[in-house]
């Protein structure tokens, strides 16, 4: 029984984290038809800042929310100088020049801060455990679990129920005849490049605390991310949600049956699997081409 | 004397003479400055040309941007060595084995995005070779994990290869790699790549089946990064898993983007840069990723072809025009075209039926039981007010959208299943509206793409160029000419497609179209935005041709047009066809003139 526990516990956090990334991912995808590779990475480096503002004792509440703007203005960035003018490159340039943006970053993190794990501080102050169902779970990977399902939740109400979740699926259907209705497109298109940044950051620094942070981690959390995102259908934010909760239990039970360093075959191969049989997502539709 | 005089000149064109040239480099730089470590760096920049060449006809002229081509170099690599030492195979056969374990992995990358867009492709390459990543730096037993392992020297028989013997090796397969490159470039499948990257739409319009041609380039440079792959590992006498790394496939982008894609001697310029560069600032050590990560998109954003592209651009302004290779190619051109009959009289005249066609679009009722029978040697006009559903029921016919309900028989045989370019080989041949031509190719070879179903040069005769594939060029580029001639765009041969102008533009996809020798010829507004000079000339070509036995089927506004030309005339209206019959019949019917104008009776002149 415990062990059942432990496994839904262990899967929704990692579920938690890749929810996240890919939720950005769809959200980008849907107002722009491109993604921003860099986003992950971002999303590491806001974290790094937080960890350095705590350490001139500003309170992690304050350098929590700077991490997220830091990274916010780094999707901005990303968004407006390197992918918008790729748009429409030949070679795909927006995935190239994504590509290198995490390249950079990861490099200039790791010159800065080294590539060995660092230590983060807990939201909670300090590491505590709680016994679940006979399955003792630490109390920050509860909190990530919460608080990733308010903010889905939140992000889910904004979609639908706001002015600017409106002006998004309008941008996201059709970006001229939106233009046209008077919707400034590209600070719609900014703006959601800059949260699913920013959203990165936020699930970065709530596994901090029991993962620990590393320079590299931006590429994995990236290449997850996107598995995640097609496996649910890129163009599906429900479908996402459902595809990040499926791999995240089906890598916590992987890696019962496997060594650690297998845990991600799982995923990739599901993401392998799915490309060939149903390239649109489980949970996407199929486009027609546009002639 | 003359074909004696031809025969050597083919293998003397000025690009060929640029590969030799590199190749000798490659062995003979090293022998004359007798210093090891520019033997090394010769060596290494032949193995990522050979790999290069590949994955530019993928990446460059495809635009399949794949992320995991380091793994494949690994996969190449590492079964090679372990197939020698575990297997004991000797090291041919085991090269082989590494190839086909290369090809394998090639086909598992390629088969997770090949039917989809092309980044899905560049994105899931990306997660294949973190998977090989993983299993090479995990599975120690069999990959000695992250350290690496030896690589035994390479021996063919008992004769050994060491670096010297090797770097002969090396710069063979340079030149072999090139010059197959070369020869795919400038063929049938090289047009075909390259329209799939300008316009996937049009590419299979003209009869090119997209998904069968990107999985198979791919696995053409899955086979160049094998090769490099195994060449490497016995160069270097070492291989670890940082060879499938993400570093690597990266590296491999770099190259190509700082270079130049789809040019032949870009990726080589990008190599030697790649490769020389670190070597000689070593101050720079460990910034060298970030600096090419950062070079990579200042190239990308300030100057998107790459730095070839600008000496391409520079050397065009240079005041040598003897030397250039056009001249020739223009005489031949004008040569070729003197007498301009393009369609060849058809005496099979071919009958066309939809039966009962119905379209839904959401909600939306686009089309309603539609019946339409098209037949040779007419021209059949299909007219109706804007949104009445007559281009998606062009685009039904040419297969780009499936219908709901209803046939679709050409002689006989329901065409309906079928993806466009099946369609195209049966001889249905479309235009767009809006004229889509693919950006980037030459109008010549707009028109040569064209004649897509009508050749049959494959990717391996191209390769090596066969008489087969010389004679087919020879006498498909004649008729190309002539096309060109007939259109009009003659003079404009040698132009990229994308500095003609509008109206051009419409007379080259209708060059385009006629290029496949249709039997069936569909197209979405021609006339559109002509002058009255341009629409006469337009009239007066499709009269000639329905005179020779071509069916054509167009949508037009231009009444005054369609009323002169028709044979016969539907008309469409929110979906349903409401008339058909000839022009005079048309003029005066009520329900058309109801649809056109509102309820109000008025008369109209067409």
Same mark, same amino acid.
């Given at each position: 029984m415990s062990i059942v526990v432990q496994v839904i516990l262990g899967g929704l956090a990692i579920a938690g984290v890749y929810c996240l990334i890919a939720y950005g991912f769809v959200l980008c995808w849907r107002v722009a038809k491109v993604l921003n590779l860099g986003q992950a990475s971002s999303g590491v480096f806001g974290a790094f800042i937080c960890l350095w503002l705590t350490r001139f004792g500003i309170p992690l509440y304050i350098s929590f929310i700077c991490g997220i703007l830091v990274a916010g203005i780094l999707g901005l960035l990303t968004e407006r100088f390197i992918i918008n003018p790729l748009r429409?490159?030949?070679?795909i340039g927006w995935l190239i020049g994504g590509l290198a943006v995490e390249i950079v970053l990861r490099l200039c993190l790791s010159h800065w801060w080294g590539s060995d794990l660092v230590w983060f501080p807990s939201f909670l102050g300090g590491q505590k455990t709680v016994s679940i169902g006979g399955a003792a779970t630490s109390t920050d990977r509860l909190l990530l679990i919460i608080a990733t399902f308010f903010m889905v939740y939140i992000l889910e109400v904004i979609a639908d129920r706001t002015l600017w979740g409106k002006k998004m699926r309008a941008t996201a259907h059709d970006e001229v005849a939106a233009a046209l209705m008077g919707i400034n497109t590209k600070l719609v298109v900014m703006l959601v490049f800059s949260l699913s940044a920013g959203l990165c950051a936020f699930s970065v620094m709530l596994q901090a605390p029991f993962t620990n942070i590393s320079s590299l981690m931006g590429f994995e959390l990236v290449v997850k991310g996107f598995a995640v995102a097609v496996i649910g259908g890129l163009d599906s934010r429900r479908g996402v949600i459902i595809a990040a909760v499926l791999i995240g239990l089906l890598e916590a039970t992987g890696s019962l049956i496997v060594p650690a360093g297998y845990r991600d075959v799982f995923t990739f191969g599901t993401l392998i699997l799915v490309l060939i049989s149903r390239p649109q997502g489980l949970f996407g539709i199929l486009e027609l081409r546009e002639v | 004397m003359e074909d004696k005089f031809v025969r050597v000149r083919r293998f003397l064109a000025p690009d060929l003479i640029g590969i030799y040239l590199l190749s000798i480099g490659i062995v003979l730089i090293p022998l004359l400055t007798g210093n090891l470590h520019v033997q090394h760096l010769c060596v290494i920049s032949g193995i990522y040309i050979i790999l290069l060449s590949g994955f530019n006809l993928c990446a460059g002229v495809t635009g399949l941007v794949s992320f995991g081509h380091g793994a494949l170099y690994a996969l190449g690599a590492y079964s090679t060595v372990l197939f020698v030492t575990k297997a004991g195979w000797p090291w041919i056969p085991s090269m082989a084995a590494g190839i086909i374990t290369a090809l394998a992995g090639g086909a598992i990358f390629a088969a997770t995005g090949y039917r989809a867009k092309a980044f899905y492709l560049g994105l899931s390459t990306l997660a294949c070779g973190w998977i090989v990543f993983k299993v090479l730096w995990n599975w120690i037993d069999l *990959?000695?994990?992250?350290?690496g392992i030896p690589v035994p020297v390479a021996s063919i028989w008992r004769f050994e290869l060491w670096e010297s013997e090797l770097s002969y090796v090396i710069a063979g397969s340079v030149l072999f790699s090139l010059v197959v490159t070369r020869n795919i470039m400038h063929s049938r499948t090289g047009r075909a790549l390259k329209s799939i990257s300008a316009n996937e739409v049009v590419a299979s319009a003209v009869g090119v089946n997209v998904p069968k041609y990107k999985f198979m380039i791919f696995l053409v440079s899955a086979f160049f990064a094998g090769l490099a792959g195994i060449f490497y590992a016995y160069f270097s006498f070492f291989i670890d898993p940082e060879m499938s790394s993400l570093h690597t496939s990266f590296s491999f982008v770099v190259i190509l983007v700082i270079g130049g894609w789809a040019t032949i001697f870009g990726p080589i310029l990008g190599t030697i840069i790649y490769v020389f560069f670190p070597a000689y600032l070593g101050f720079l050590k460990e910034y060298w990723s970030l600096l090419w990560a950062i070079v990579l998109i200042s190239i990308l954003l300030v100057t998107p072809q790459g730095l070839w592209g600008i000496i391409c651009k520079y050397a065009a302004k240079?005041?040598?025009?003897?030397?250039? *290779?056009s001249n020739l190619q223009w005489r031949e051109i004008y040569a070729g075209a003197r007498n301009g009959a393009v369609y060849q009289a058809n005496d099979d005249p071919v009958t066309f039926e939809v039966i009962k066609l119905c379209k839904n679009f959401g909600g939306l009722q686009a089309l309603k039981n539609v019946d339409l029978t098209i037949k040779g040697g007419r021209i059949h006009a299909l007219i109706g007010p804007n949104g009445a559903g007559k281009t998606t029921l062009i685009n039904i016919i040419t297969g780009f959208y499936p219908p709901d309900n209803g046939e679709i028989i050409l002689r006989g045989k329901r065409i309906d299943t079928l993806p466009p370019h099946r369609i195209t080989n049966l001889g249905i041949a479309r235009t767009f509206q809006g004229a889509k031509i693919c950006e980037g190719m030459t109008v010549l070879d707009n028109v040569r793409l064209g004649q897509h179903t009508r050749t049959r040069a494959g990717i391996f005769s191209s390769a090596f160029g066969t008489r087969f594939v010389r004679q087919e060029e020879k006498q498909f580029k004649r008729k190309a000419y002539e096309s060109l001639k007939y259109v009009d765009l003659i003079d404009v041969a040698l132009e990229p497609a994308e500095n003609i102008g509008d109206g051009q533009r419409r007379a080259l996809e209708i060059a385009r179209a006629l290029a496949s020798d249709p039997k069936i010829l569909i197209l979405d507004e021609p006339m559109a935005g002509l002058t009255h000079e341009g629409v006469m000339v337009v009239i007066r070509k499709l009269r000639e041709l329905r005179d020779q036995g071509l069916a054509i089927f167009l949508i037009e506004h231009h009444m005054e047009a369609v009323m002169a030309i028709s044979d016969i005339i539907t008309v469409l209206d929110f979906g349903m066809k409401i008339a058909e019959g000839r022009p005079h019949e048309i003029k005066n019917n009520e329900d058309v003139i109801r649809a056109y104008l509102g309820k109000q009776k008025v008369s109209v002149e067409c």
């Open positions: 429409r490159s030949k070679i | *990959t000695g994990g992250q350290p240079l005041p040598f025009p003897r030397l250039r *290779t």
